[in-house]
């Protein structure tokens, strides 16, 4: 704690003399000369008659133009105050400073929506998630407010992070986490999210001569008697504020740009999404983290709405996960891929629309704007980061694609369990190949001491085999493949017959995610799932019709999907006996495979590729 204070006067020092030396005010060279500061229990008296007003007055962000007056003017009345003061334009707030210099804030810049909007549903996920995401294998979603009635974006998609190899280095406890200390272990977060207050200020103090903008960032450390003995200068000195929540009169510490500077690193080519009023008003918060690491960084440039900036948390992990479930109606209705990488996450912001409304995710009802701001040589591109994997059963290889770095780091097969070393055959910053290892079933990226998330090896687990069907008069024996969906995942499969080693045809079909069972018996001509403009390409240069030619027809089989490969009719009416079925069977499958491939995600084409025999 002494250290700490002995740190921020030697830093104090610093700045006092560049002020002198620059005529930042004062005389050349002179110290910052700080009032004695008050006891503690002069602090928490002024708080206290903070609180009460709010409590009494009935002051809000709907009545704050007509209740203004009246607030300010008991809040002098008080006597605890050295200045009150109010910004009665768009920021909405009122502001005291105690005689040590330490400054009050009640920020009237977001109305509690309280509830969700109809449009954004997020039940019924589980296992949903795609199985990767384009982050550090840790990452933070912060939620700051300290009253339960503002919605809470990072709540709603926090228990679908994990799964994709998302993990959170701040838990938090109910709806206070974000605190200072929460703030200042972020060095290696690849992804930061915030939902909270934000402030704009033009505050007077020794290191803000002229009345500068300093814009703050609210977390949800409240005040002490400790805090104000260990953070007294930053207190003093306005590089840190307390706010009150003017719902309910819960105090916050809020830090300022200069504090977020010195004190809060983040990941290299890290993404900062602050969710918060004002803190993309200017580059001065965003220069702060590009400093300290980020790539990234976006911010709106006024008062928020709450429920807006909810929608637009969701739409934002909505569109860079791939789930496009949060808020369906604002997506089109073909299946999700994913992911999405950040700038496409935000240049979708800006040109979808809001479902039912006239203006778009990077937007509010007022007008805010959500400003997205890039270090210069470095924007946000978290490295290493698995954007898709390509497992060959047929070569035993597996293919990673995304960000990598351009020297060769270790690939690990089962990272949570046994920890494979997966023989590296070729590495570049965009592709990574590898030998297939047995029994591994997922796998990460290690470079430089950073981890990528995880990638599942999906390994098809095929069941073939022939089966007889009854039909009366004329039965069938007929020659499948059964595939899991849970392997495939959901959206579009490519299907392509091998002969004799040769890929022959090429088709692509779609299935959904969920629907019933087909007996196998009812496995007949019209209940396949068919390409689209029932066309195939064919490899030898020809186009054919679907479905003859003897294609490979697949069935939506509930759980799974049925590939059948051929069949051959018998009976009393064909004169043929199960003997001859079994032999044109065999005769017809003989040399033929086929290969499934679904494609992760786009605009790459890379795939997960399954081989049966």
Same mark, same amino acid.
């Given at each position: 704690m002494?250290?700490?204070?002995?740190?921020?006067?030697?830093?104090?020092?610093l700045?006092?003399l560049?002020?002198?030396?620059w005529?930042?005010?004062g005389?050349?060279?002179?110290?910052?000369?700080?009032p004695?500061?008050?006891?503690?229990?002069?602090?928490?008296?002024?708080?206290?008659?903070v609180?009460?007003?709010l409590?009494?007055?009935?002051i809000?962000?709907?009545?704050? $133009?007509?209740?203004?007056?009246?607030?300010?003017?008991?809040?002098?009345?008080?006597?605890?105050?050295?200045?009150?003061?109010?910004?009665?334009?768009?920021?909405?707030?009122?502001?005291?400073?105690?005689? *040590?210099? !330490?400054?009050?804030?009640?920020?009237?810049? @977001?109305?509690?929506a309280?509830s #969700?909007?109809? #449009?954004? +549903?997020?039940?019924?996920l589980?296992?949903?998630?795609?199985?990767?995401?384009?982050?550090?294998?840790?990452?933070?979603?912060?939620?700051?407010?300290?009253?339960?009635?503002?919605?809470?974006?990072?709540?709603?998609?926090?228990?679908?992070?994990?799964?994709?190899g998302?993990t959170q280095?701040?838990?938090?406890?109910?709806?206070? *986490?974000?605190?200072? *200390?929460?703030?200042?272990?972020l060095?290696d977060?690849?992804?930061?999210?915030?939902?909270?207050?934000?402030?704009?200020?033009?505050?007077?103090?020794?290191?803000?001569?002229g009345?500068?903008?300093?814009?703050?960032?609210? $977390?949800?450390?409240?005040?002490?008697?400790?805090?104000?003995?260990?953070?007294?200068?930053?207190?003093? $000195?306005?590089?840190?504020?307390?706010?009150?929540?003017?719902?309910?009169?819960?105090?916050?510490?809020?830090?300022?740009?200069?504090?977020?500077?010195?004190? !809060?690193?983040?990941g290299?080519?890290?993404?900062?999404?602050?969710?918060?009023? /004002?803190?993309? @008003?200017?580059?001065?918060?965003a220069?702060a983290?590009?400093?300290?690491?980020? +790539?990234?960084?976006?911010?709106?440039?006024?008062r =928020?709405q *709450?429920?807006?900036?909810?929608?637009?948390?969701?739409f934002?992990?909505?569109r860079?996960?791939?789930?496009?479930?949060l808020?369906?109606? #604002?997506?089109?209705?073909?299946?999700? %891929?994913?992911?999405?990488?950040?700038?496409?996450t935000?240049?979708?912001?800006?040109?979808?629309?809001?479902p039912?409304?006239?203006?778009?995710?990077?937007?509010?009802?007022?007008?805010?704007?959500?400003?997205?701001?890039?270090?210069?040589?470095?924007?946000a591109?978290? @490295?290493?980061?698995?954007?898709?994997?390509? /497992?060959?059963?047929?070569q035993?290889?597996?293919?990673?694609?995304?960000?990598?770095?351009?020297?060769?780091?270790?690939?690990?097969?089962?990272?949570?369990?046994t920890?494979?070393?997966?023989p590296?055959?070729?590495?570049?910053?965009?592709?990574?190949?590898v030998?297939?290892?047995?029994?591994?079933?997922? =796998?990460?990226?290690?470079?430089?001491?950073?981890?990528?998330n @995880?990638?599942?090896?999906?390994?098809?687990?095929?069941?073939?085999?022939?089966?007889?069907?009854?039909?009366?008069t004329q039965?069938?024996l007929?020659?499948?493949?059964?595939?899991?969906?849970?392997?495939? #995942?959901?959206?579009v499969? %490519?299907?392509?017959?091998?002969?004799?080693?040769?890929?022959?045809?090429?088709?692509?079909?779609?299935?959904?995610?969920a %629907?019933?069972?087909i007996?196998?018996?009812?496995?007949?001509f019209?209940r396949?799932?068919?390409?689209?403009?029932?066309?195939?390409?064919?490899?030898?240069?020809?186009?054919?019709n679907?479905?003859?030619? +003897?294609?490979?027809?697949?069935?939506?089989?509930?759980?799974?999907?049925?590939?059948?490969m051929?069949?051959?009719?018998?009976g009393?009416?064909?004169?043929?006996?199960?003997a001859?079925?079994?032999?044109?069977?065999?005769?017809g499958t003989?040399?033929?495979?086929?290969?499934f491939?679904?494609?992760?995600f786009?605009p790459?084409?890379?795939?997960s590729?399954?081989?049966?025999?």
């Open positions: 002494a250290l700490r204070n002995a740190w921020l006067f030697t830093v104090l020092g700045l006092s560049a002020c002198g030396l005529g930042c005010g005389n050349s060279g002179e110290d910052v000369q700080l004695p500061p008050l006891p503690y229990e002069v602090q928490e008296a002024a708080m206290q008659a609180r009460d007003e409590s009494s007055s009935g809000s962000v709907e009545n704050f $133009t007509d209740k203004v007056d009246a607030f300010v003017a008991a809040m002098r009345a008080t006597g605890k105050f050295s200045e009150v003061g109010f910004e009665s334009a768009e920021s909405q707030l009122v502001w005291m400073t105690l005689s *040590d210099g !330490v400054q009050f804030v009640i920020p009237f810049d @977001r109305n509690a309280g #969700a909007p109809p #449009a954004a +549903g997020f039940e019924n589980s296992g949903r998630v795609a199985s990767g995401f384009p982050g550090a294998s840790k990452s933070a979603l912060l939620y700051t407010f300290v009253d339960s009635r503002y919605l809470n974006a990072t709540g709603a998609v926090r228990p679908y992070l994990s799964e994709p998302y280095i701040t838990e938090g406890s109910g709806f206070l *986490d974000g605190s200072l *200390d929460d703030f200042e272990k060095q977060v690849g992804l930061l999210y915030i939902d909270g207050h934000g402030v704009e200020l033009y505050p007077t103090t020794p290191l803000n001569p009345r500068k903008q300093w814009l703050y960032l609210a $977390t949800s450390t409240e005040p002490s008697a400790e805090l104000k003995e260990t953070y007294q200068v930053d207190l003093q $000195t306005k590089r840190l504020i307390i706010g009150f929540e003017p719902k309910n009169g819960n105090t916050m510490i809020l830090m300022s740009h200069l504090y977020v500077r010195d004190h !809060v690193k983040v290299n080519k890290s993404l900062v999404f602050i969710n918060t009023c /004002y803190n993309g @008003r200017s580059n001065l918060m220069d983290f590009i400093a300290n690491g980020a +790539g990234t960084v976006l911010g709106w440039s006024r =928020v *709450d429920d807006d900036a909810y929608g637009s948390g969701l934002f992990f909505d860079l996960i791939g789930l496009r479930q808020i369906p109606n #604002a997506h089109s209705p073909t299946s999700p %891929s994913w992911p999405s990488l950040i700038s496409e935000v240049s979708a912001m800006q040109v979808t629309k809001r039912g409304l006239n203006y778009e995710f990077d937007t509010d009802k007022f007008g805010a704007k959500l400003r997205v701001f890039s270090a210069s040589n470095s924007p591109m978290i @490295r290493p980061s698995i954007h898709a994997l390509a /497992y060959d059963s047929e035993a290889t597996i293919t990673l694609f995304g960000k990598f770095g351009p020297n060769p780091g270790v690939v690990l097969g089962n990272p949570e369990t920890g494979v070393n997966m590296i055959k070729f590495w570049s910053d965009n592709e990574i190949r030998d297939y290892v047995s029994g591994v079933t997922e =796998v990460l990226v290690e470079n430089s001491s950073f981890k990528s @995880r990638a599942t090896v999906q390994t098809g687990e095929f069941t073939v085999g022939e089966e007889v069907i009854p039909a009366g039965q069938a007929v020659s499948f493949i059964d595939i899991p969906k849970s392997a495939l #995942a959901r959206g499969l %490519s299907v392509t017959l091998i002969v004799n080693g040769v890929d022959k045809w090429n088709y692509v079909i779609g299935f959904p995610v %629907s019933q069972a007996p196998l018996a009812n496995t007949n019209s396949y799932l068919a390409p689209s403009a029932n066309i195939v390409t064919s490899l030898d240069g020809g186009i054919y679907f479905p003859s030619m +003897g294609y490979p027809l697949v069935y939506d089989n509930g759980d799974r999907l049925t590939v059948v051929f069949r051959s009719g018998f009393s009416i064909s004169g043929w006996t199960l001859d079925a079994q032999n044109a069977v065999r005769v003989a040399g033929r495979k086929v290969r491939t679904k494609s992760l786009e790459l084409n890379t795939s590729t399954f081989v049966a025999p």
